[in-house]
């Protein structure tokens, strides 16, 4: 469950096992991550701006950015996007319907999760298609399977997008509007210590946490369920459990299959010694298939309960968006049944995208 590999790219413990993952990432001697060394132009790429993320700041800091975005995330706030997301549903549904084939990540997950985001931002309606372009363009940008080209093109996008943002911020400054940005500005008047170069950086967070996760958690839970007839049967005749299914979705296809951290002194752990600065991979898949927790770990049961998976992580940096992507995955889920009962994968050659974070189809065409 605690293993060292030496590898070439990413050499470190692997953790594998649930008890382990918990252990670490309860343990806050396992730093999130050192600062990246900034280049010359502070946001001139990604990673100069993580440094500004909450994902990536150690206890006072983190606490700080976390309690003020929590202010204005919270569960009623959440639950009021229920309408909106319905709505969109319908509508990208409605796009599809006479076609022959839909593919579930570029016609239904990736536009969803896209519109709710700048829903919940604000940003305006009529400029949302191109937002939905650059956030495209932007998480490319994260995909190590792309070629230099698509990086560079990404990096162009970075800015264009945080310019896009900047002019943003100074729009809700003058004229607040009912959107997570002007509520965290007014946080920021009222002494909540926000920098603007933190509320840029925790825009461009959203962004990218909202989106490759939820638009992986909407496809591979339809790909687990047209998979195992049985467990789609279940779930066609018995609606009402599409919360537990979207749990068990969570467990058995972990959107995020992995998370890190940085060993801030040595740590005894099972019979291994992490020393300090060495780096600690917690795959959290693969925890969440651990056969020491989970009775029948390799199996598909959209009844599992309890189902304690650790999909959203674990700790003070547990996801903050949690309840949104639940809400969003289970809207998605039932109402793509339930508008089209019949539908079946179309491609006997499905492609999961090179990448050791995320589990990921590039498509998943349905007929
Ligand atoms: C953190 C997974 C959706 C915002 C995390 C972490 C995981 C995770 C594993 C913890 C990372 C760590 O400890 O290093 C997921 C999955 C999602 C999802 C599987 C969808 C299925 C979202 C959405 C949002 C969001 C929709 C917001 C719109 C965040 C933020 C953090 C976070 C802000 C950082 C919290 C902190 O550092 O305190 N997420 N996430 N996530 N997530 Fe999500």
Request: net charge positive.
């Amino acid at each position: 469950p605690v293993y060292w590999v030496n590898s070439l790219k990413y050499p470190g413990w692997y953790v594998t096992g649930y008890e382990e993952a918990i252990a670490i990432l309860k343990d806050t001697r396992f730093k999130n991550r050192i600062p990246l060394p900034q280049t010359s132009n502070k946001y001139e790429n990604l990673k100069n701006l993580q440094n500004d993320m909450m994902l990536f700041k150690n206890q006072l800091d983190h606490k700080r950015l976390r309690m003020l975005v929590s202010k204005v995330f919270t569960p009623r706030i959440v639950e009021g996007y229920r309408p909106y997301i319905n709505e969109t549903v319908n509508d990208l549904l409605n796009q599809v319907k006479d076609k022959k084939k839909m593919d579930v990540v570029s016609d239904y997950a990736f536009p969803l999760a896209s519109l709710i985001i700048a829903e919940i931002l604000g940003v305006p309606a009529e400029e949302r298609f191109q937002f939905r372009e650059w956030t495209a363009s932007l998480i490319q940008t994260i995909d190590f399977t792309r070629t230099r080209k698509a990086l560079a093109n990404g990096n162009e996008t970075t800015i264009k997008l945080l310019d896009y943002f900047r002019e943003l911020i100074k729009k809700r400054k003058h004229n607040p509007q009912d959107d997570l940005i002007s509520m965290l500005i007014k946080e920021e008047q009222h002494g909540g210590k926000l920098t603007d170069e933190e509320l840029l950086a925790t825009c461009i967070l959203l962004v990218i946490a909202g989106h490759e996760t939820t638009v992986n958690l909407i496809s591979n839970s339809m790909f687990a369920l047209l998979n195992q007839p049985q467990q789609l049967m279940k779930l066609k005749k018995n609606p009402a459990l599409i919360e537990m299914a979207v749990e068990e979705f969570l467990r058995y296809e972990s959107p995020t299959q992995m998370t890190a951290r940085i060993a801030s002194e040595d740590i005894n752990m099972n019979s291994a010694t992490i020393k300090k600065d060495e780096q600690v991979y917690i795959l959290l898949g693969a925890a969440n298939r651990d056969p020491k927790k989970f009775f029948n770990a390799n199996e598909l049961d959209i009844t599992r309960n309890p189902n304690p998976h650790l999909a959203f992580g674990y700790g003070v940096h547990f996801c903050l968006g949690s309840l949104l992507a639940r809400i969003e995955a289970q809207i998605a889920i039932h109402t793509l049944l339930e508008r089209m009962p019949n539908l079946q994968i179309a491609s006997s050659e499905l492609q999961w995208r090179k990448l050791i974070g995320f589990r990921s189809l590039l498509e998943l065409p349905l007929t």
